[in-house]
């Protein structure tokens, strides 16, 4: 398994162009299921987790392939025939978002056999909306052994879907699902996160009737059949917010180009209150850092367009070298502080209590060797090093491959240390 060494201090200065987001461009995928006519997805970005779907799909009948496009990454993904309904648990254990291939099955098919995902290292994360969704929908839902059974065999109805919490998962499976369903559904405390306007923005140019998608109410009218399409997948806003608290904590200016500063606007306000100089553009955003130390800043996770849970570790890791005391919330998933005690083997000073920790800046951080844990948490661990003092050793960085494009390759063009060595013989753990 390969691991990421960084040596800290030096100074982030240029252009980082993100890709397209791995969020947006997994449920994109589950999407070509719908039609037996080919969907082209342009903007893709290559990631482990992306391969990992495509695998899937092709068990499932679709032809995957992947090209480059004018504009990068495409894939173009043809399922002609459903060749199997069946979803194992070994595939979707590797990556909870294949559960989402559930919906897109029933609704073509009428009928589907997908492994419940199981439990995360980021905390439960139970899928008992998605299945109320679909039995909203009129879905039978059997669960046997570890496995969803589900059928409609004479096909989804529409309805009215009431979600208790705003989920992004069970919001994009409903929407997958009632695209094809007969009737009007409507979603409300929908989830409101950007990728939710992609997928509709994508199912609508295969012949969906998608309304609202990106508020809190989504308004679908079924239709009886989708058809082929190209879509672009939007740009990855957690890689932006990434590297704009990467630039933040390793000082200089970075240019983050093919993004949009909108996307993370929640992110913006607080580094700037934190005391780094953000400008937005057309194409993205610039991020500069000064010699001054940052002060520290309280924020909370919340669902979009509050502060993003992907992004919580990434500013922890910022908020260890701040001049006082910050304050971090972590309201959506229980157990996503597991970068605290690798951040504290860096010198950071956190404690933390339930969903809360709190952060005492230090003076420097030290390099070491430190454990990738989730995807998140692990990035954090690189940004975390390039202001640490000598050589950190961010191990198991398979998470990383998980959600990071070319990650060596983009931080080094701005002038971070930072390479990969290969292979450590400890086999890649699964998640
Ligand atoms: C997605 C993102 C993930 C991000 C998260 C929150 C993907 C592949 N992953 O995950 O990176 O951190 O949104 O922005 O897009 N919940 C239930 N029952 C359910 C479903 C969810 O109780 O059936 C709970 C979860 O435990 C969590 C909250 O709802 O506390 C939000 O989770 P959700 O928005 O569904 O996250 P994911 O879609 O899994």
């Known amino acids: 398994m390969d691991r990421i060494a960084i040596v800290g201090g030096a100074k982030l200065n240029g252009q980082i162009p993100i890709s397209g987001a791995k969020n947006s461009a997994i449920k994109l995928m589950a999407a ?7 969907l082209r997805l342009t903007n893709m970005p290559r990631l482990a987790d992306t391969r990992f779907l495509g695998k899937l799909l092709q068990r499932l009948g679709a032809e995957v392939v992947e090209a480059e496009g004018p504009d990068g990454g495409e894939t173009l993904l043809t399922t002609r ?7 194992p648990y070994d595939l979707v254990r590797q990556m909870r978002a294949s559960f989402n291939v559930l919906g897109p099955l029933l609704a073509r098919t009428g009928q589907a ?10 905390g439960a994360r139970p899928v008992d909306l998605h299945l109320k969704a679909l039995e909203a929908l009129g879905a039978r839902i059997d669960l046997h052994e570890g496995y969803v059974y589900a059928q ?22 409903a929407m997958l699902a009632a695209v094809l369903a007969d009737g009007d559904t409507v979603l409300e405390n929908a989830a409101a996160e950007p990728e939710l306007a992609d997928l509709a923005e994508c199912l609508n140019a295969m012949g969906a009737k998608v309304s609202g998608a990106g508020t809190r109410t989504v ?12 879509h672009s997948v939007i740009p990855d806003r957690i890689e932006t917010g990434t590297y704009a608290v990467a630039a933040a904590m390793a000082g200089g200016e970075v240019r983050l180009t093919r993004t949009r500063g909108h996307l993370i606007q929640s992110l913006i306000d607080k580094l700037i209150e934190a005391g780094v100089e953000v400008t937005t553009h057309d194409d993205g955003l610039t ?47 229980e157990n996503r502080f597991m970068h605290v005690p690798e951040l504290g083997r860096l010198g950071a000073d956190i404690s933390v209590q339930g969903g809360e920790a709190r952060v005492r800046g230090v003076e420097a951080l030290t390099g070491a060797q430190v454990m990738a844990t989730d995807l998140r948490a692990s990035v954090s661990l690189v940004i975390a090093g390039l202001a640490a003092r000598g050589e950190t050793i961010v191990n198991r960085v398979y998470h ?6 070319r990650l060596e390759e983009k931080l080094g063009a701005c002038g971070a240390q930072v390479r990969r060595l290969k292979g450590d013989g400890v086999e890649a753990e699964v998640e």
Request: aromatic share 6%; glycine share 10%.
């Open 81 to 87: 025939e459903i060749v199997s309904g069946f979803a």
């Open 400 to 405: 990383l491959d998980r959600g990071f494009e």
């Open 287 to 333: 991020v500069k850092r000064g010699p001054d130390r940052l002060r520290p800043v309280e924020i909370e996770t919340a669902p979009h367009p509050g502060f993003a849970t992907d992004l919580q570790a990434q500013f922890m890791a910022l908020m260890t070298l701040a001049d006082g005391e910050s304050i971090i919330r972590e309201t959506i998933f």
């Open 113 to 122: 056999k997908v492994s419940l995902p199981g439990g995360c290292t980021i």
């Open 32 to 38: 070509s299921l719908l039609t037996d006519e080919p």
């Open 152 to 173: 409609a065999p004479r096909g989804l109805k529409g309805a009215v879907i009431n979600f208790p919490i705003n989920s992004v998962g069970a919001t994009e499976h």
């Open 219 to 230: 308004h679908i009218q079924g239709v009886s059949r989708l058809h082929g399409a190209t």
